[in-house]
């Protein structure tokens, strides 16, 4: 059975910073790309960072710069260092596994975990 758990969520003011962890298990970790989206209320929900098997990252524009996205296979742990946190970046975090098995795509999510940023 797969399972995401996230942590490190929580509430900050504008300018502070916070670190999501997401343990996976279930899955042949090094494998996946593993990646973190993040939904605000009446949004849809959007890629914020990835990270591929062969540790090809790639960011949002809207984070580049403040947030680092890494993983540590040895430990099935994919984490997002989130610094210089505006308003905006208020959502819930959610921490994704992806992968092709064949010709079809597997996709595997965590339960979310709450970003509140205050000004």
């Known amino acids: 059975q797969v399972q995401l758990v996230e942590s490190g969520g929580g509430s900050v003011q504008a300018g502070g910073s916070l670190r999501l962890s997401c343990v996976a298990s279930g899955i042949t970790f090094s494998r996946d790309r593993m990646a973190w989206y993040r939904q605000a209320p009446g949004k849809e929900r959007e890629l914020v960072a990835s990270?591929?098997?062969?540790?090809?990252?790639d960011y949002t524009n809207s984070v580049k710069g403040r947030f680092t996205i890494s993983r540590d296979n040895a430990k099935n742990t994919v984490s997002l260092q989130m610094n210089s946190l505006k308003p905006e970046d208020t959502a819930v975090y959610y921490c994704?596994?992806?992968?092709?098995?064949?010709?079809?795509?597997?996709?595997?999510w965590g339960q979310g975990t709450q970003v509140t940023v205050s000004s």
């Open positions: 990270i591929s098997a062969d540790s090809t990252i």
């Open positions: 994704n596994a992806r992968r092709r098995l064949g010709a079809v795509w597997y996709a595997d």
